[in-house]
Nanobody, 127 residues
Framework: QVQLVESGGGLVQAGGSLRLSCAASGSTFSSYNMGWFRQAPGKEREFVAAIVWSGGSTYSADSVRGRFAISRDNAKNTVYLQMNSLKPEDTAVYYC????????????????????WGQGTQVTVSS
């Protein structure tokens, strides 16, 4: 079992930056593969970025590649999402998620892959 708490969301102007954090507790964080997802009003939850337990591999959605970066600090039990060059279409609730299972082919991008979810943090980008 792992508990996840996101923070760092807020209101930012287009072109600005935010860094989201996801603090984990309750289990061995370094053994979990982690993902970030987002959900805008009226839309399905979508994949943003993922990172394997060691930090050795990362993955990102085409819509954020080159603007967002995922990283983790296993000593601090925290995963981060650095978001730069934000656009109004990035507005959503952002969720972090964890799984103790290895990623299958493109499994990192599927909601069903993850066993644990945080409560989400709102990111609003104004134009």
């Amino acid at each position: 079992q792992v508990q996840l708490v996101e923070s760092g969301g807020g209101l930012v102007q287009a072109g600005g930056s935010l860094r989201l954090s996801c603090a984990a507790s309750g289990s061995t964080f370094s053994s979990y593969n982690m993902g970030w997802f987002r959900q805008a009003p009226g839309k399905e939850r979508e994949f943003v970025a993922a990172i394997v337990w060691s930090g050795g591999s990362t993955y990102s959605a085409d819509s954020v590649r080159g603007r967002f970066a995922i990283s983790r600090d296993n000593a601090k039990n925290t995963v981060y999402l650095q978001m730069n060059s934000l656009k109004p279409e990035d507005t959503a609730v952002y969720y972090c998620a964890a799984t103790g299972r290895p990623y299958s082919s493109r499994g990192y991008s599927r909601v069903s892959t993850y066993d644990y979810w945080g409560q989400g943090t709102q990111v609003t980008v104004s134009s």
